[in-house]
């Protein structure tokens, strides 16, 4: 099995995808260490969060379940090639993106990074698979909701689909047994108040809440 394939693995052990979002990232290792404690087995920080590239470095060294494959780290809100790479040389074990670029999918593909572009549409979705897509992220799955991931993958059976925007307890599960094989979940799950009072159990909590949404929904198919 490809480093790429054992990612995607790692990923959808845990089948939680947390978006990490904020201005600030001092405490990105808290942070990180309580969603892993609360069974998550990736995290996506973001290009659009101060900071993000460094601590990319930070947790690879400080969280030992990123170096020792228990835990996959990914950045997102990646818009280009450029982009690309300097998170894969800044450590990123994944790429997510909010939208289909070519150019960033083969850049990942080139160096066996698993790469999530976002798309919206089924011609969109399938062109991101075709290019080499490990997981397509619909995005804003919010405005789609779970019955879209049946309506896709019901003539194309091969996609790997990933929710992403406005997902939340309530719907987690539905998207799941739709099909999904991992959610992405941002501020329902890595709450900004949180983050700045350093409630890692609460934030813990909350991961467990989610990841056990998943996987009580794929006990149930």
């Known amino acids: 099995m490809d480093l790429s ?3 995607v693995r790692t990923i959808e052990q845990g089948g939680v995808v947390p978006v990490v ?3 600030d990232l001092a405490g990105a290792v808290g942070l990180a260490k309580a969603l892993l404690n609360g069974g998550v087995t990736a995290v996506e920080l973001t290009m659009t969060s101060p900071g993000a590239l460094e601590a990319l470095g930070l947790l690879r060294k400080r969280v030992p379940a ?4 228990d835990a996959a780290l990914g950045m997102g809100s990646v818009l280009n090639r450029k982009m690309a790479e300097a998170a894969i040389r800044g450590g990123a074990q994944f790429v997510v993106a909010p939208t289909l670029d070519i150019p960033t999918v083969r850049c990942c593909v080139e160096q066996d990074i698993p790469v999530m572009p976002g798309a919206f549409t089924p011609t969109e979705i399938q ?3 075709a290019a080499g897509a490990a997981v397509v992220k619909v995005f804003p799955a919010t405005r789609l909701g779970p019955g879209y991931f049946k309506d ?3 003539p194309l059976p091969h996609l790997k689909l990933m929710p992403t925007g406005g ?3 309530e719907n987690a599960g539905a998207f799941v047994r739709a099909g999904a094989v991992a959610i992405g979940v941002g501020s329902a799950l ?4 949180w983050v700045e009072e350093g409630d ?3 934030l813990a909590e909350q991961a467990g809440r989610f990841v056990n949404a998943v996987q009580e929904a794929r006990a149930g198919e």
């Open 152 to 154: 896709i993958l019901a």
């Open 200 to 202: 890692w159990r609460r």
């Open 190 to 193: 890595v709450r900004k108040d």
């Open 5 to 7: 394939s054992k990612t």
């Open 66 to 69: 990123f170096a020792t494959g």
């Open 167 to 169: 997902v939340g307890l």
């Open 127 to 129: 062109t991101a698979w």
């Open 21 to 23: 979002r904020l201005p």
